[in-house]
Structure formats: C-alpha cells, structure tokens
C-alpha cells in the first residue's frame, strides 16, 4: 500500500522558512516522481514542485522558483520542499503527491497524503 506522511508544516511570519517532509513507503522510491501541490481556502489546486527520483530533474511553478527547492533523500524514502522568503500568499494546505512518472498537473498524480497546514503571516 502507497502511503504518503507529510510533515513540518506550521505558522510562520512572511520572510521566514518552514521544510516540509514527505515520507513515502508502499513502492519503489527510485522509480517514482514525487511533488507537491497545495491549495488554499476557497482557492483552486495548484501544482507547486515536484522531483524525478529516477534522474534528480524537478520542476517549479513560476510562483515559487527562486525561493523553494525540492529534494530526495533515497535512503530515507523522503522528499523534502525547503521554502524560503515566505509570502502571505504561500498560506494553504500542503499535499505530497506521486506517481510513476511526472504527471502535469501535479494535483492530478495518482497517490496523495493528507496534507500539511502552512500558514504565512503578514
């Protein structure tokens, strides 16, 4: 059984840092992608950042390029998103995400967890 556990989500004030965790288990880490996408309250889904752990190459939204970075720790079966420079606007739910390939949108990848809470004051 896949399983997805998102971790490291919390309150924080714009301009700081949060890392998320995702710890995956259930399948073959090396040959799976994993991202993340988040939604906030009364907002659509929106594809974040998301990683191939076959070959290291990731994608960004452009929202967050420059200021997030995602990365795999294979012997930890873990994905971590490190944000910096937080903005108000990065306040939602956060969800890991994976499937056999890199999906786009990343929302629609085929496993999901139960989500993070990441909250950004102004």
């Known amino acids: 059984e896949v399983q997805l556990v998102e971790s490291g989500g919390g309150l924080v004030q714009a301009g700081g840092s949060l890392k998320l965790s995702c710890a995956a288990s259930?399948?073959?880490?090396?040959?799976?992608?994993i991202g993340w996408f988040r939604q906030a309250p009364g907002k659509e889904r929106e594809g974040v950042s998301c990683?191939?752990?076959?070959?290291?190459?990731?994608y960004y939204t452009d929202s967050v390029k420059g200021r997030f970075t995602i990365s795999s720790d294979k012997a930890k079966n873990t994905v971590y998103l490190q944000m910096s420079s937080l903005k108000p606007e990065d306040t939602a739910v956060y969800y890991c995400?994976?499937?056999?390939?890199?999906?786009?949108?990343?929302?629609?990848?085929?496993?999901r967890g139960k989500g993070t809470l990441v909250t950004v004051s102004s």
């Open positions: 990683i191939s752990s076959s070959d290291g190459s990731t």
């Open positions: 995400v994976a499937d056999s390939k890199v999906i786009l949108p990343i929302y629609e990848m085929n496993y």
């Open positions: 259930g399948f073959t880490f090396d040959r799976f992608a």
